[in-house]
Nanobody, 124 residues
Framework: QVQLVESGGGLVQAGGSLRLSCAAS????????MGWFRQAPGQERRFVAG????????YYADSVKGRFIVSRDNTKNTVHLQMNSLKPEDTAVYFC?????????????????WGQGTQVTVSS
């Protein structure tokens, strides 16, 4: 399995921006589709954004479309989530996941590996 480490979380005011990064190691990064999920207290882990193997195709939850941008760099084994116009409801722990399957990218069951998560807190 690929090992994943997220970074970049923190506290930001509403309307601000953060950039999350996820560094992968251990396997061929370009063999994995990548996704970002988030989990707020008392809620299930939910899909935020994802990208195919090359990064040419990206996918977003409706709640973040137009505000978040997912990208990957296969030469550096990293995937990023640029988060703009942040809202208090974006507050959650954000997880990076790697999927070797061809299944539905928005389904957390399709993922082989997860990072430890990084906290994002948006104050009003």
């Amino acid at each position: 399995q690929v090992q994943l480490v997220e970074s970049g979380g923190g506290l930001v005011q509403a309307g601000g921006s953060l950039r999350l990064s996820c560094a992968a190691s251990g396997r061929t990064f370009s063999n994995y589709r990548m996704g970002w999920f988030r989990q707020a207290p008392g809620q299930e882990r939910r899909f935020v954004a994802g990208t195919d193997w090359s990064g040419r195709n990206t996918y977003y939850a409706d709640s973040v479309k137009g505000r978040f941008i997912v990208s990957r760099d296969n030469t550096k084994n990293t995937v990023h989530l640029q988060m703009n116009s942040l809202k208090p409801e974006d507050t959650a722990v954000y997880f990076c996941g790697a999927s070797s399957s061809w299944g539905y990218l928005m389904n957390s069951q399709e993922y082989d590996s997860w990072g430890q998560g990084t906290q994002v807190t948006v104050s009003s």
